[in-house]
């Protein structure tokens, strides 16, 4: 069984920063694709940066140039360094993983983790 564990998320003042972590662990034999979504409360979730195996990067529009999604293939591992947070980030935000192992190759979701961007 596959699982993700996310850690880093809080209360930030505007402006401030944050880097989130997302460990997969599990019999794992190769992990595709990594990103992180957030939803906020009334809203859809959404895709805020994913990551290929080979370290190809895609970002939604409102984070581009504020957030950097990167991955540590040796320890399973995907960050997300937030920088210049917005009370507009202010999101449950998820990590995701696309993932090889001994179940089969399937699409796993971390637990959440709270973003509070706030004065």
């Known amino acids: 069984q596959v699982q993700l564990v996310e850690s880093g998320g809080g209360l930030v003042q505007p402006g401030g920063s944050l880097r989130l972590s997302c460990a997969a662990s599990g019999i794992i034999f190769r992990i595709y694709n990594m990103g992180w979504y957030r939803q906020a409360p009334g809203k859809q979730r959404e895709l805020v940066a994913a990551?290929?195996?080979?370290?190809?990067?895609n970002y939604a529009d409102s984070v581009k140039g504020r957030f950097t999604i990167s991955r540590d293939n040796a320890k399973n591992t995907v960050y997300l360094q937030m920088n210049s947070l917005k009370p507009e980030d202010t999101a449950v935000y998820y990590c995701n993983a696309d993932v090889s192992s001994i179940s089969g190759r399937s699409d796993y979701w971390g637990q959440g983790t709270q973003v509070t961007v706030s004065s």
């Open positions: 990551i290929t195996s080979g370290g190809r990067t």
